[in-house]
């Protein structure tokens, strides 16, 4: 990674379109710039994804760096923005929490029942749901319930998105 450098929101927005990740991480102050990061996943597709990756690698970052409470802090505000009680629905959430267990597994250790758990949640986007379980499959793959079996009866949904992304996420689970 490059010398830390500060980076404003419309630099940081910059830096995620061209998917120029190694450059986020290097942002001097991490912690900001994750957060910040957050008020992207209420965008749009593609940007939502590629917010979610700059926000998982960050976040891979910070454990490394021993800011692993920091991340779980992280994870609890996504999750918080998928509850109806805070007002303003984050539909990236599931995308980024995906990707912060893709990235710091240490930190994302007590949260991959909870995401699990969102394939039953009628109210968040469910294609993100599973997209998110796939991205963190090689740190699900112990979750409770077993999301081999939460996830086979997706290959038989109405929607051929949801059924792709659920085949894609059980090739990951090798399932």
């Given at each position: 990674?490059?010398?830390?450098?500060?980076?404003?929101?419309?630099?940081?927005?910059?830096?995620?379109?061209?998917?120029?990740?190694?450059?986020?991480?290097?942002?001097?102050?991490?912690?900001?710039?994750?957060?910040?990061?957050?008020?992207?996943?209420?965008?749009?597709?593609?940007?939502?994804?590629?917010?979610?990756?700059?926000?998982?690698?960050?976040?891979?970052?910070?454990?490394?760096?021993?800011?692993?409470?920091?991340?779980?802090?992280?994870?609890?505000?996504l999750f918080w923005h998928l509850?109806?009680?805070?007002?303003?629905?984050?539909?990236g959430a599931p995308l980024a929490i995906g990707?912060?267990?893709?990235?710091?597994?240490?930190?994302?250790?007590?949260?991959?029942?909870?995401?699990?758990?969102?394939?039953?949640?009628?109210?968040?986007?469910?294609?993100?749901?599973?997209?998110?379980?796939?991205?963190?499959?090689?740190?699900?793959?112990?979750?409770?319930?077993?999301?081999?079996?939460?996830?086979?009866?997706?290959?038989?949904?109405?929607?051929?998105?949801?059924?792709?992304?659920?085949?894609?996420?059980?090739?990951?689970?090798?399932?």
């Amino acid at each position: 990674m490059s010398k830390p450098y500060k980076i404003d929101k419309n630099g940081l927005r910059r830096l995620i379109e061209a998917r120029m990740y190694d450059e986020v991480a290097s942002a001097e102050k991490k912690k900001r710039t994750a957060s910040t990061i957050i008020s992207f996943l209420y965008g749009s597709e593609p940007f939502v994804f590629y917010a979610a990756e700059a926000l998982g690698i960050i976040c891979g970052v910070l454990e490394k760096e021993d800011e692993a409470e920091f991340v779980r802090e992280i994870l609890r505000r996504l999750f918080w923005h998928l509850r109806d009680e805070s007002g303003a629905y984050c539909r990236g959430a599931p995308l980024a929490i995906g990707e912060i267990g893709r990235n710091a597994p240490i930190a994302f250790e007590g949260f991959k029942n909870i995401l699990l758990s969102l394939l039953r949640n009628e109210e968040v986007e469910l294609k993100y749901v599973i997209y998110g379980i796939g991205r963190a499959a090689e740190n699900m793959r112990d979750a409770y319930p077993d999301p081999i079996e939460e996830l086979t009866p997706f290959l038989e949904h109405w929607d051929v998105v949801i059924r792709a992304y659920a085949l894609v996420t059980l090739c990951g689970l090798r399932a």
